[in-house]
């Protein structure tokens, strides 16, 4: 009965307005600045002068379990921490870096990853296919044997972990970056998809505007960089295109055919992280309404559309308003079916407003462990970096001018 009182009236003096758990917080906040991450404390406790930042403040203590990914002072030298007066970014930036749910005993080994939902939410940052989705924040064990988070741009590593009460607390070497557009990852994270992004921007397709009303010839690459919430892009990368070049040429008078490829290199509506396309539900239909189906196995994780199976080399390149998926051939496949197309953008669209609690690991990482069987070598990096930019650049002007050609072929009709 006392126990009763005693906890009642804690209630009723917890400020219900803010939802912070105060002592909790203080432990936690003491246990990070005796374990050298002062500087995230502080810019922690100036969220406490913003709604959102209480926000964050509230879901960090409320006992549920989470993982903190937590930069350690000398992380902190890169300027986002130090120089954000602005306290809503700041927020953003450390709603980045918590991660909702138990992914306790949870490992994947590279390029298998691990996904799970931060508290990122905001519109200015995430545009994904329903407005207050989360973004994710994705993260493997590589061959060096270390727990990297991909797509940053300074490889970034987990070097301590710790529990404090239900949180996970791993320490890092860079304070996190969340996912930028299209046009700043390729030129910053991912130069093996330079051709790819040449051929979007000569290819362009109808493209009604939301905003103007207006159904205007726009650049696949402008239609991906902003005018999509929600899209799965399976992008070859620039060995795969050079590759590909004497299809992709012989269909360059074909502009059915060279929309139905491109579509059938994209899931329309819906952002599919790796781990969902693996097991009993991975099978999905492209934005050209074929078949796309997938295997994941010892060798690796692949896609099939048409006769054409292609690895997926680096998954879980993250977007605001979406997911690439780098692959190493071009699904040179040029059937579609309007109706499939329509139906499966349409079920897209009234699944997207069911937003989930979004709590646990996404997908089979829930139950992966492997027994992590050292994969080639070279990959310790973020990213698969492309290193062959320069070498295919002859290539990348033929393409360009393959699909330029297109292009003004569509004008023309
Ligand atoms: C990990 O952090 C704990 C708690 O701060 C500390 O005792 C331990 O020495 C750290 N381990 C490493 C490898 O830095
Ligand atoms: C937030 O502000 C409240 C009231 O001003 C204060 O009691 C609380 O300790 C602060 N929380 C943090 C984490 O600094
Ligand atoms: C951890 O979470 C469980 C269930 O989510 C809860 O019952 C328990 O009280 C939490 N423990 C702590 C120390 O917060
Ligand atoms: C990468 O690290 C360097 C050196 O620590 C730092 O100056 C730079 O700001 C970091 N870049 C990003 C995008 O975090
Ligand atoms: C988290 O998951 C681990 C492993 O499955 C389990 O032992 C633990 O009880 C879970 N913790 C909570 C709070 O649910
Ligand atoms: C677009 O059309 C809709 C419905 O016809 C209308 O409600 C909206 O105001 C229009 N927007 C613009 C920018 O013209
Ligand atoms: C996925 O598609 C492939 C090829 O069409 C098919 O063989 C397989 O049975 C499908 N898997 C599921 C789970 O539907
Ligand atoms: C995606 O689906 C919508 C709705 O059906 C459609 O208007 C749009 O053109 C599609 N986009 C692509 C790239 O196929
Ligand atoms: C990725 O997961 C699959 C299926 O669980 C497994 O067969 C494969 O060995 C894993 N790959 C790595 C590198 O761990
Ligand atoms: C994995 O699947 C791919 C694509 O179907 C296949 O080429 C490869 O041989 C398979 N590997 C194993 C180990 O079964
Ligand atoms: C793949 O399918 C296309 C028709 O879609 C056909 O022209 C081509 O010969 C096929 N390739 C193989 C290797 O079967
Ligand atoms: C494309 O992927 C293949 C297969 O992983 C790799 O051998 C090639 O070097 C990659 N090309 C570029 C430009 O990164």
Redesign the pocket.
Known sequence: MKLFAASALLLASAPVALGQDFTLLNELFQALNSSGHTQLVSAAQKLNGTGSGQSILAQLSDRSPSVLFAPTDSACTSPRFLVSSDVDVLADVIAYHIVSGNFTGVSTTYPNTTVGFTLLSDPKVVQLEASGLHQVVAWATRSDGKIHVLNQVNDTTVTNTTTFGNITINSIDHVLNFPQPLSTTVVTDNT?LTIISTVLHNVSFPFFNASTNQTASTPLFNILESGLHGFTFFAP????ITQALSSLTSLESDQTAVEALFQNHIINGTTVYSPLLAGSNANRTSAAGEPLSFVLNATGHYVTSGNVTA?I?QPDVLLPNGVIHVI?RVLVNTESNAAAASSAASSASSAATHTSSATAPVGFSATATSSGSASSGSHTGNA?R????GQ?SQHLLKVALVFGGVVAGLAMA
């Not at 492309?386 to 930019?389: C, D, K, L, R, V």
């Open positions: 093996s990368n620039n060995t795969a690895q080399i190493d698969a492309g290193t062959h930019a295919d």
